[in-house]
C-alpha cells in the first residue's frame, strides 16, 4: 500500500455511508478566503456547509520481522458542519461522528493490520461570518506491513565456464587441471588465448 492508497481507502469508507456524509475530499484543502474555502465543502443540493478533508499527520516505522517493516500512520479525517442553533445540529454531527468512529473501528481498512481505533474531537469555529462545527476524527495507528526492495541477485548467466586439459600430460578432467571462469561479456583475450582483464570484467583462475 502507499498513503495515496490509505488515503483512497478512507474516502471510500466515507462515500459508502451515501449522502448524509457531505462532500469528500481525500486531500487536506486550503484558501486564503474564508468564504472560498468554505465553498469546498458546501453541498450542492442545501447549500449548506458539509464536508470532509482526509490528510495524514505522520508516520513511523518499525522493525517487524526479517527484511520486513512496519510502517504505522496517523490520519485526520476532519469534517465542516454548519452549526444552527435552532435545530440542534450538534446533535447532528455528533451522530455522524459516531456512525464513522463506529464503522472505522468495526472493519479495517484492505491492506492493514490492528483494528483502527479512532478518537475525535468536536469544536466549533467562525468562518468569516459562518459559525461552523469542526470534527477532528484521528486514526493513530493505521498499520501495514511493507517488505523493501531487495538487492537483485547478480545475473551469471554471462559466465562461461571452460576447462583445460594440461597437453601430453593427461586426459580426463580433474582436479590437477586449469578452471577459468571468465565474464565473457566483458574479457578481453590475447592471441594466446590468455584472458585479460578491462576495468569492467573480473577473472577468477585456478592453476593445478
Known amino acids: 500500500m502507499s498513503d495515496a492508497t490509505i488515503r483512497a481507502a478512507i474516502k471510500a469508507r466515507l462515500d459508502e455511508l ?18 472560498n474555502f468554505l465553498a469546498l465543502f458546501q453541498d450542492q443540493s442545501t447549500k449548506k456547509i458539509f464536508g470532509w478533508e482526509i490528510s495524514r499527520t505522520g508516520f513511523k516505522t518499525e522493525r517487524a520481522a526479517m527484511n520486513k517493516l512496519r510502517l504505522i500512520h496517523r490520519y485526520t479525517i476532519r469534517g465542516y458542519y454548519g452549526l444552527e442553533d435552532a435545530v440542534g445540529t450538534e446533535k447532528s454531527v455528533n451522530a455522524l461522528a ?12 484492505t491492506g492493514t493490520e490492528r483494528d ?18 469542526v470534527v477532528e476524527i484521528v486514526l493513530p495507528e493505521v498499520v501495514e506491513i511493507i517488505s523493501p526492495a531487495e538487492t537483485p541477485a547478480p545475473d551469471l548467466t554471462g559466465i562461461d565456464i571452460e576447462y583445460y586439459l594440461t597437453p601430453s600430460q593427461d586426459t580426463a ?29 573480473g577473472r577468477i583462475k585456478a592453476q593445478g
Not at 451515501?18 to 468564504?35: F, L, M, Q, T
Not at 483502527?116 to 462545527?133: D, K, W, Y
Not at 561479456?185 to 590475447?190: E, G, K, L, N, Q
Open 18 to 35: 451515501g449522502a448524509p456524509i457531505g462532500r469528500v475530499h481525500d486531500y487536506e484543502r486550503w484558501n486564503v478566503n474564508a468564504g
Open 98 to 109: 459516531d456512525a464513522i468512529a463506529a464503522d472505522l473501528a468495526q472493519t479495517r481498512l
Open 116 to 133: 483502527l481505533m479512532p478518537e475525535a474531537n468536536i469544536s466549533t469555529r467562525m468562518f468569516g461570518q459562518v459559525l461552523c462545527h
Open 173 to 201: 578432467t580433474d582436479a590437477e587441471d586449469r578452471i577459468e571462469l571468465r565474464w565473457s561479456d566483458h574479457m578481453v583475450y590475447d592471441d594466446a588465448g590468455e584472458a585479460l582483464m578491462d576495468e569492467e570484467g
